[in-house]
């Protein structure tokens, strides 16, 4: 079992940045596929982006392609998002989520430990 903790958001203006982290306890991190998905007001949760276990291959939605970039790091059992450029659309609670063995996939069926959310606003 593995638990997670999202940290890194807050309030941001339109085009600037900001790097969210998750840092996971418990054991065998390096065999967790990572995924980062987002919930913005009154819309269902949708996926933003993953990292396998093995061979850290990455997998983006197709709309945030360019702007954030998913990156772990095994020895401190943390996954990061890099968010850039962004957008007052970005709005969202954004989660982190964990899948043995996983090969970074969109869907959250696939995912089976979750953190509790991180908000970030970005003001226009």
């Known amino acids: 079992q593995v638990q997670l903790v999202e940290s890194g958001g807050g309030l941001v203006q339109a085009g600037g940045s900001l790097r969210l982290s998750c840092a996971a306890s418990g054991r065998s991190f390096r065999n967790y596929a990572m995924g980062w998905f987002r919930q913005a007001p009154g819309k269902e949760r949708e996926f933003v982006a993953a990292?396998?276990?093995?061979?850290?291959?990455?997998n983006y939605a197709d709309s945030l392609k360019g702007r954030f970039t998913i990156s772990r790091d095994n020895a401190k059992n943390t996954v990061y998002l890099q968010m850039n450029s962004l957008k007052p659309e970005d709005t969202a609670v954004y989660y982190c989520a964990a899948d043995q063995y996983g090969s970074g996939g969109s869907s959250e069926s696939h995912y089976a430990y979750w953190g509790q959310g991180t908000q970030v606003t970005v003001s226009s």
């Open positions: 990292i396998s276990y093995s061979t850290s291959n990455t």
